[in-house]
């Protein structure tokens, strides 16, 4: 392929990429797979995953807290599991040849898309009752995101 095909499907693919993560924030299904067939290393790859990340997280977070519709309480108190989970995926993956990441990305890749898809990811609380077991998932939950974020995308 020549640098110009080369260059046009790069560009091509981040502005699809960017559209997909802020419309269902999963833009690394696009982007990972054809750095990855470019010949970038499945772990620079997803590194260079984390910049358009990060740039949505901010501007989105600076947009719902000038709206006010951020419970800053409970995002500290989620924010500690999904800390925690970033940190040891870190440790986890850092070890780990890039074919084993590769594999990694690839299942986490499918299961966002999954949830993407069938809006699985809404969690609800129906009662009082229930609050505890969904406090419970919610920090299991973000304990897991942040483990698992960490590694693949999106």
Partial sequence: ???????????????????????????????????????????????????????GFLASTIQFHKQKLIDWKKTIT??????????IGVLFVEDLPGKAVHTIITIALFVSF????????????????????????HVSSFFGIGFVGRNNRT
């Fill in 114 to 137: 999954f949830l993407a898809i069938t809006k699985f990811k809404k969690l609800t609380i129906k009662n009082k009752k229930t609050r505890h077991k969904n406090h419970l998932c």
């Fill in 1 to 55: 392929m020549n640098s110009f095909l080369e260059l046009a499907l790069l560009i091509i693919a981040g502005f699809i990429g960017g559209f997909l993560n802020t419309v269902v924030s999963s833009g690394s299904a696009v982007t990972l797979p054809i750095l990855i067939s470019f010949g970038i290393s499945p772990n620079i790859a997803n590194a260079t995953n984390r910049i358009p990340v990060f740039v």
């Fill in 78 to 87: 989620l924010s500690i599991p999904l800390v925690v989970g970033t940190i």
